[in-house]
Structures are given as C-alpha cells and as structure tokens.
C-alpha cells in the first residue's frame, strides 16, 4: 500500500514537472513568432470568388503576395499551389500529361455539396416520373432567385437561355455539354464553349485567358478556366464597359517633385 | 607597375576581411564590362554579389548569370482592348525586381506605367466653332477636347474602380526594341541586348549619365536619384546579375522581362498577376507559342513604330 502511496507520488511530481516543462514551452512559442498574424487573404480575378489564402511555402518565401490597399494578389511564389490536373481538354493533345493543371472550382463554390443532395437530388415522389418544367421559361422561385437576381430575364444571353442550357437537369452539381452529358464544375470551358466557340479557340491557344507558370509551349502551366475570371450569372454589371467587373485599382504613381497634384494631366493642349 | 601590384595586394587584403559589402566593393572596381568577362569571371562575381548581398539582406540571395537559351527568342504581347487600368503588373513588377520603394521623393521607382486615355465624345454645338472664327475654320472645334480618344495620357488616375465607362488603358515599359536607341548613345556600352531578346544593363558599369533615358521613347529608363530603399524583409532573394539585383545609387535601371525568371522558361511576374489576362508572352521562335499565334492571327500595332525601333513588344486587340 504504502510503496503504491509512493509510485503514484513520484508519477504526480514527475507529471507536475513536466506539465510546467511544456507549459513554460507554450509560453515561450507566441514570443518566438512575435505576435500571431490573422492569416492574409488575397482574390486573384475575381473578388469573393478566387480566394487564396498566403502561406510560406518555405522559410520566407509566401505562396502568394498580398496587396494590402486592394486585397488583390500580386506575387506568385508558386504558379502551381494548390492545382489538380486539367483533365481531358480536346485541342490539348499536344501537351504532355500532368503539365496543364487547374484550380479546382468545386472548392470556391459553397452550396456545391448541397445542390445534388438537398434539393435536386432525383429521388422522392416529386421526382417520379421527373417533374421537369413545361417550357424553358418557368416562373422562377425565390430560392434560386436569391441566388441569381436576374433570373426572371437572365441577361446571360440576353433573355435567350434558360438554367439547364447550361445545368444538367438531374445531376444538379455538374454542367452539361451539347451531348446531354454531364461536365464538371471544374471544367466550365466544355461548356461555354459550346457558344463562345472564337473564345474557347483563342483560350486553347493562351490569347484568351491567363496561364502562368512555364511559357514554353508545351510546358507546365496553370491555366486560369472560365468561371475564375467571368461570373456566368453576372455577365452585365452597372458602369463596366467590358466582361469584367469593376475593381479597385493599385495606387498610383508617386507625384514629381513639388508637384501637389496631378491635375495638369487633365489639361489639354494649348490651343493653336 | 609598383602602385598596380600595390593595388592588387590591398585588393587581395581586402577581399580576405569579413566586410562583405566592403571587400566586394572594391573588387567590383576591377570588374570587366559583363559582356566582356570569361566564364569564371562570370562566376567570381556572382560569388562576391551573393556574399554581399546575403550580409546585406540578411537571407541567402542567389545571384543567377545563365546566359540566354538556344532557340528563344522573347516576345511580348498585350491586349489593349482588355486591360483594366488596375496596375497590378506595376505593383507585381516592384515585387519581383527589387525596385527602390521609399516615399520621398525620387525613391519610388515604378518600370511600368499604365496610361489612361479619354474616350471623349464628337460634340454637335462645336460642329461649326474652332480657329480663326469663322473664316474657314482650319482647327476644328473638337481638337483639344477628348472627342473620340485623346492622346495624352493620364498616369496618376485614381477612381474608385477601374475599368472606367470613358476610359481606355495601355499599360507601357521597356519595349525591347530590336534597334534599341538607348543602346546606340550608351558612352559605356553597358547597356546591350542580349541575344534572347531583352536589352539589359551592367549596373557595374553604368556611369549614370542618363543619356539612354534621353534617348528611348517609351519612357521606360528610370534612374536611381537616391539610394534605393528596398527592406529586408521585401527583397526578393532571386535575382539575377542583368537582372533584378539590387542596384544602387546612381544607376539606370528599366524592364528585363524578368530575366531571373524567363531565363529559366517562367512567366514575368507581370504575366502572371494581371487579372484580365492581358498580357502575354513566349518564344517568337516557336510558332505554337502564344505570342506567335497573336501575331499570326490578331490585329497588332508597335508603339510609335515610326520610329524604327522594332519594339519585340506587340500591342493587340480582338
Ligand atoms: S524601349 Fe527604350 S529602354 Fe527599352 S530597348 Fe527600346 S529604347 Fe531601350
Ligand atoms: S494588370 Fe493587366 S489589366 Fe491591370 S493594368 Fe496591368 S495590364 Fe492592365
């Protein structure tokens, strides 16, 4: 009795010495980093849509770099964070396996792993025989209103096509294609190029769109898909004059000396 | 002879002392035109600017001399119709190329500047006024206002969001000419181009006499006025030596295509960060690269080509 009195004495102070080993440990760590950071997140094309979260990939060299006036990103150190590969692209024979990668879209969309499951999800009485509707222009509901203002009169089109022109109609987290078959969210160009054929063309050959990484031809790229830069459900969007939507810009230049504004450039010149 | 050796030895002694920024400098002194050097005196300076620099920056910097690859040529294209005006590739470009980023004056260096320009509208109530007044008008009423487009740029445009209704943008640096006219004036012949394309600069041998800057006209040379302030903590520790170094205090300095990294078949940094895809860059040579099929199948301007300056830089527009 008395021996266990004494093991179990010698565990409870060794226990305590080692508790307030790691515990002075702990305490020493936050001063070591000085004071943790909330972690810095930057968009690449399209804000609230191509979020990256920076980290260092090695000791002082970040994945990404941050405009802390625009949140924007501004500096890769990895062209290829974060990427999977494009999958079968046709056009793209050409390219060796594994050096056209992508960034997942799946990840960015948050009611992704919803749509197939809660409400689109093909089983239950209301979807036997399919309850499909009538015409291509059905009353929209509030839910999916909520989700896309314009739906009543999607501008995507200008009035001209409805959601399962591009949605599949039973498999609700997948895209479709001209066939009826069903296309990955990750991979948008399969079906937008079924319309923008001139542009699916100039992507294919790297006018169109973004690629970073290697510049070689057959090189390892990242290629930026349509959805990273186009918001489909948006295409018209207030004062833009282009595809693109608005953005704030980086600062500009530093003024010449003693010079207080900028307003000469606004003059024209001299007349005569 | 006796004061040459003398030289030689303190230079000897001074290479051997622990002030890296003290022995490299003086041994920098003896330092051929970059153009001229052999192989190992390639490789003696680049020891002695990592050293340096790696003391001076407190992380170890590389200093890259890979010469230019067989069969590349660097060509540059960018779509004006799409470019934005949000100066991302200014601000990528001073990230990448240690440019001095001080506030006072002088210590901002900036290699790309993105010019706006006006899309004014033809006005009917000037349809009939303009110089002399009414006795045959020979300047239109509509000449200096932005009626269609104007030319003179703004660069210190500040909107809340870009792109603007009655804006276009276009985006300028060092166009990399084939008949470079900075390289003609250069007294030191320290600025030249290499045989991948991209003019660069031996900032060793650069006097500062700025007649390069006078001479280009994209306005793409920038000088170092001041010593430039480049942090620690923000240097970019890949460098190369006709490349983005740090540079010092009376030097010229301007767009290389990101030699550290095309030399080694990486995008510019600028490429990578515009948010449009405006930019694009490859192999002239190769005809599947996507500069060679913008030439093939766009509509493509040089800037002032008047100038027969053959920029390998291409406007284009779709
Ligand atoms: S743009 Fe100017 S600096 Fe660049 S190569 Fe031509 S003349 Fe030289
Ligand atoms: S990053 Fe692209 S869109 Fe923005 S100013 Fe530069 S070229 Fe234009």
Known sequence: ?272 | MLSVSALMGSAALMTMSDDAKASTEWAEHFQKNYRLMTDEEKAEARTRLERRYSSEYGKKVAVDTTGPQPGVLMGYALNVRKCIGCRRCVHACVEENNQSRGTRPGEKIEWIQVLRMERGEFSKDKMNHGYPEGLGIQVGGNAYTPAGQVLEGQYHYNPEAVPEKDATYMPIACMQCEKPPCVKVCPVRTTYREADGPVVIDYNWCIGCKMCMNACPYWARRFNLTKPVLPKEEMNPVTHYLGNRPRMRGVVEKCHWCLQRTRHDRYPACVEVCPVGARKFGNLLDPESEVSKILERKNVFRLKAELNTFPKFFYFYD
């Open chain 1, 1 to 272: 009795m008395r021996k266990l009195a004494i093991v179990t004495l010698v565990l409870g102070l060794c226990g305590g010495a080692f508790y307030a080993v790691s515990a002075a440990e702990k305490a020493a760590e936050p001063a070591k980093e000085a004071a943790p950071k909330a972690p810095v997140e930057c968009f690449e094309s399209r804000k609230g849509a191509s979020e990256i979260t920076q980290r260092d990939i090695k000791p002082g060299w970040p994945n990404v770099k941050c405009s802390p006036k625009t949140g924007a990103a501004l500096w890769y150190g990895d062209p290829y964070d974060g990427t999977v590969p494009m999958g079968k692209m046709p056009g793209l024979e050409n390219i060796p396996e594994g050096h056209a990668v992508i960034k997942p879209r799946t990840e960015k969309l948050a009611l992704m792993p919803m749509c197939g499951v809660s409400c689109h999800n093909g089983v239950g009485p209301a979807f036997n025989p399919p309850t499909l509707p009538k015409d291509k222009k059905p009353k929209p509901n509030p839910t999916m209103e909520a989700m896309v203002p314009d739906l009543a009169n999607l501008q995507h089109g200008r009035g001209r096509i409805w959601c399962m022109d591009c949605h599949h109609t039973t498999k609700r987290n997948m895209l479709v294609d001209h066939f009826g078959d069903p296309v990955s969210f990750d991979q948008p160009q399969l079906l937008c190029g079924k319309c923008h054929g001139d542009k699916l063309r100039d992507w294919r050959d790297g006018i169109h769109g973004k690629r970073i990484g290697s510049f070689a031809s057959t090189g390892k790229k990242r290629w930026f898909t349509c959805t990273e830069c186009h918001n489909p459900h948006n295409v018209q969007d207030g004062a833009r004059n282009r595809g693109f939507a608005q953005l704030q810009p980086e600062a500009s230049p530093q003024l010449p000396r003693g010079m207080k504004d900028a307003s000469h450039e606004k003059l024209h010149p001299i007349p005569h």
